[in-house]
Nanobody
């Protein structure tokens, strides 16, 4: 069982920045693929960014150049730096861990085994 705890959410004006953190339990964090997803009110959960165990990065098009995912294996933590935030980025952001090798895409919710509780991000215009 892996526990994930997000922090760093909040409210910001358009153009501002926030950094989300996700602390994971487990002794083998460095072997996990880690992802960030978001879910706006009334919409389905959608992929934002992911980082593989190898460090390979994945981003959805609409955050390219604005968001950066990174990880610190010594701290069992993955980060999502969000810059140039827009009102449409308002959502609950979820951290997810992919702890087993599988054929499911890292960009899909089904590719993950464990989820955090979510962190609210609100961007006002």
């Amino acid at each position: 069982q892996v526990q994930l705890v997000e922090s760093g959410g909040g409210s910001v004006q358009a153009g501002g920045s926030l950094r989300l953190s996700c602390a994971a339990s487990g002794r083998t964090f460095s072997t996990y693929g880690m992802g960030w997803f978001r879910q706006a009110l009334g919409r389905e959960r959608e992929f934002v960014a992911a980082i593989g165990a190898s460090g390979r990065l994945y981003y959805v098009d609409f955050v390219q150049g604005r968001f950066t995912i990174s990880r610190d294996n010594a701290k069992n933590t993955v980060y999502l730096q969000m810059n140039s935030l827009k009102p449409e980025d308002t959502a609950v952001y979820y951290c997810a861990a992919r702890t087993t090798s599988n054929a499911r895409p890292i960009t899909r919710t089904g590719g993950y085994d464990f989820w955090g509780q979510g962190a609210q991000v609100t961007v006002s215009s």
